[in-house]
């Protein structure tokens, strides 16, 4: 199997990587690559430029803007997008609600939200969570009970991801308690400004307000914002999260933060040395350059695969350990940044001025510590760890 970039790749990679370094705002680019926190605003504004490109949603189909690319082709473009530290698109609406809404939604919704996706006009969280439901999804309480042309919602969610600045939610609600746990679950899309909606932020270990309870007090939701059939929120969940699994190993982010952190480990200390001359740390260092070599390989091979229309059993078996591989990666190398800041890692970015032109070589250090403890959820969020090694286990040994 030939792993290698064709010419015609190789030239698109650098198309994209071109595009991002003439339209990106360096101060920007400085922040993702020394993992600092962005505003909504930085946020939307890039959004909104790949967007008028066309590049926001390449797994969309087509005619709903998508750009009608095979799986490596997107695969490249993500690789090349990271390489010059462009911030990640916000995934909860064009990777999570909108392919529900492509597959399941009605006409009027695919009119409506999927151009406003396209361009960042609406921002989205994600209400699935709540605090008796979170591995075990299905035992989810959030209410939703139908009064003619509506619903009222009721309940709690948590640990919802940027509800701040959200003015949209795609909300898990149980619609109907009769039968097993996992019937009866339907998807809305709430109206995050609505009369009884109320956001109270969760401070994180790092110290960032990054997520939040969501609390609904007989929310109004339009009969028009239940997404699909009444009931069948519990596979349109699965289906969502495959979506989400699957793009999770991050190679190209984690190629850039390993390339990122040879540069800082090549930097002499007071001493004149530097960790480049730490046997430990030199090991630690080729062993996950090894295994995000690896990772890419399989990634490429199960692309191949799905490119030749050839991908077997046993790769879908396999799909949930790219989440578990590229989480172990990535803590891997947050870890390592720590270990090179040493205590001045500790000086977090907080209040800190963010701007590139401020000890540039050094900033990176006030956000190693925060990086650090906030990249223990990738081992949890989009299914946990554990989950995915029994479900691989299952898929692949029948255990």
Not at 10 to 38: G, M, Q
Request: charged fraction near 25%; charge should be negative; glycine fraction near 8%.
């Amino acid at each position: 199997m030939n792993l290698r970039y064709s010419a015609e790749d190789e030239a698109f990679r650098d198309e994209v990587a071109s595009f991002v370094r003439d339209n990106i705002d360096p101060a920007v680019a400085c922040k993702v690559r020394d993992n600092l926190p962005l505003t909504k605003e930085e946020h939307v504004g890039w959004e909104r430029t790949i967007g008028a490109r066309g590049w926001a949603a390449p797994h969309w189909p087509v005619e709903h803007g998508g750009t009608g690319w095979g799986a490596l082709r997107r695969f490249i473009c993500e690789e090349a997008l990271a390489s010059e530290c462009a911030p990640r698109v916000n995934p909860c609406g064009v990777s999570l609600i909108a392919p529900v809404i492509i597959h399941f939604g009605n006409a009027a919704q695919k009119a409506h939200y999927l151009p406003r996706i396209l361009m960042s006009e609406d921002w989205w969280c994600q209400g699935f969570s709540e605090p008796n439901a979170g591995s075990d999804l299905a035992s989810l309480r959030t209410r939703a009970e139908r009064h003619g042309d509506h619903f009222r919602l009721n309940g709690q969610k948590t640990w919802t991801t940027q509800a701040q600045h959200a003015n949209l939610m795609f909300c898990l609600a149980r619609t109907d308690n009769s039968g097993r746990k996992q019937e009866g679950i339907s998807v809305l899309i709430v109206d995050m400004n609505a009369p009884g909606v109320s956001v109270r932020p969760i401070i994180t270990i790092e110290g960032t307000h990054e997520v939040n309870e969501v609390f609904f007090d007989n929310v109004k939701v339009p009969i028009e914002n239940l997404v699909g059939e009444e009931g069948r929120g519990w596979s349109y969940a699965k289906f969502m999260l495959e979506y989400e699994r699957f793009g999770t190993p991050e190679t190209g982010r984690s190629k850039q933060q390993l390339a990122r952190l040879k540069d800082v480990a090549g930097d002499a200390g007071r001493g004149g040395a530097s960790l480049r001359d730490d046997p430990d740390f030199t090991a630690r260092l080729a062993w996950v350059e090894i295994e995000l070599m690896a990772l890419e390989a399989t990634m490429l091979r199960f692309l191949a695969e799905d490119a030749g229309g050839k991908r077997s059993v046993a790769t879908d078996a396999a799909i949930p350990m790219l989440k578990v591989r590229g989480t172990d990666i990535q803590q891997e190398l947050s870890e390592l940044f720590m270990l090179a800041a040493g205590p001045r890692g500790m000086a977090w970015h907080h209040g800190l001025d963010a701007r590139c032109d401020r000890n540039a070589d050094t900033r990176w250090m006030t956000s190693s510590a925060s990086h650090y403890f906030n990249w223990r959820k990738a081992s949890i969020y989009g299914g946990s760890s554990e989950i995915q090694r029994q479900i691989t286990a299952k898929n692949m040994a029948g255990l």
